[in-house]
């Protein structure tokens, strides 16, 4: 028998992409007695890209992505230099067309009904759009106007975004006198105004000492929770230290998309081992290479070099014996884990080629 005050289906597979909220209400008074109705809602991704393309002229800034994000996730959206970041950010955002593909925030289409998706949508563009000459709250204030916060929750929001955003010290002073991390603060906290589920933040760090990217990236990571959060970055540790999932972008293509669990351990799978000797010819190299458990050797950033064996093999006695028969003079041997850095690098370049 069905109880009717019981979900009778909570989720679908994980990799589905709409989850199925199948729920029973009851109707008060006027619902016949032992009749409940069925409410049937679907809950899609908050953020869902689609084969979005980007050209300017014949350059393919970005290439045929896809991705999707759910409620809570918190997306570092990584890659070099020019690699279509802040391109794909503008799209999601509604402040640039795709040439092909599709945005939906929310479920809803955002070139189809832009004013609604945009009312989901918090943006931390590049450059900020401040007014310098504006005193921090009027700046707030006229921002909340803009976004069409309701005239009686605007002081609440604005306090709220003021706090959350560390900027109370600094409300009656004039934006363009602030430091740029106080500038960056205001720029998130104009984001906030409208209370947005989906946050998109292009750079946020970028330009900060190294003191206020600290401060800024607690401030980013007391903002998740509930909300859904992108942010674009060239620097690898900030999305591991701030976000959920992972994904590189490259040339305008996805070259990765993995949860930052799953990423660490993929990266923890082959050991290197690290090894220093006091003699540092190239034939520690050569011999090093010629054993048969050795798959690749390089260098490491202070002359050390740094071994990959093949996948479960344990060759330390093997190259500790060998050093050690050369009288090479060993100083260090020991593993290595396959840092992020390094899986950065390599989808990279692989990419690349
Ligand atoms: N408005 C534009 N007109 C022409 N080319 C552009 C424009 N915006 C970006 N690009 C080019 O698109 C590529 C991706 O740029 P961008 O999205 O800014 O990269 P990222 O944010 O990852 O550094 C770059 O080659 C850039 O020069
Ligand atoms: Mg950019």
């Keep these: 028998m069905i109880n009717d005050k019981q979900p009778l289906i909570n989720s679908l597979d994980k990799n589905c992409s709409a989850v199925i909220l199948l729920k029973s209400v009851h109707m008060g008074s006027f619902s016949p007695r032992g009749i409940s109705f069925v409410n049937l809602r679907v809950l899609t991704a908050m953020i869902h890209v689609q084969n979005v393309s980007k050209h300017f002229g014949d350059l393919v800034a970005v290439d045929n992505i896809s991705f999707q994000l759910e409620k809570g996730d918190v997306l570092g959206f ?47 563009p590049e450059n900020p759009p401040l007014y310098e000459e504006m005193i921090v709250t009027d700046y707030l204030d006229f921002v909340a106007d803009i976004k069409k916060v309701p005239i009686n929750e605007k002081k609440g929001r604005i306090h709220y975004v003021m706090e959350k955003c560390g900027i109370f010290d600094v409300g ?50 007391g903002l998740s929770g509930d909300r859904t959060i992108i942010l674009s ?40 081992i690290l090894l220093k000797t ?6 520690v190299r050569e011999k090093i290479l010629s054993i048969p458990n050795v798959s690749d050797i390089r260098s490491g950033p202070t002359n050390e070099l740094i071994i990959q064996p093949k996948k479960g093999v ?40």
């Design 278 to 283: 006091k003699y540092q010819g190239d034939e």
């Design 172 to 221: 009656k002073r004039i934006i363009g006198h602030l430091s740029k991390g106080y500038r960056q603060r205001i720029g998130i906290a104009q984001a906030l105004i409208n209370d947005p589920s989906v946050l998109v933040l292009d750079e946020p760090t970028n330009g900060l000492d190294p003191r206020q990217i600290i401060e800024i990236r607690k401030l980013i990571k």
């Design 78 to 124: 990584l890659g070099p230099n020019g690699a279509g970041k802040t391109t794909t950010m503008r799209i999601i955002t509604g402040y640039m067309p795709p040439t092909k593909g599709k945005v939906h925030v929310a479920d809803v289409d955002i070139f189809e009904d832009p004013l609604t998706a945009k009312s989901h949508i918090g943006y931390l």
């Design 233 to 272: 970055t060239h620097i690898l540790p900030e999305v591991t230290m701030i976000c959920s999932k992972v994904v590189i972008i490259n040339e305008g293509k996805i070259v990765l998309e993995e949860s930052l669990k799953r990423l660490s351990q993929k990266a923890s799978d082959v050991e290197n």
């Design 314 to 353: 344990d060759i330390r006695e093997e190259v500790s014996e060998l050093v050690i028969q050369n009288k090479w003079g060993l100083l260090e041997l020991h593993p290595v884990a396959h840092n992020l850095e390094e899986v950065f690098l390599k989808v990279i370049s692989s990419a690349g080629n």
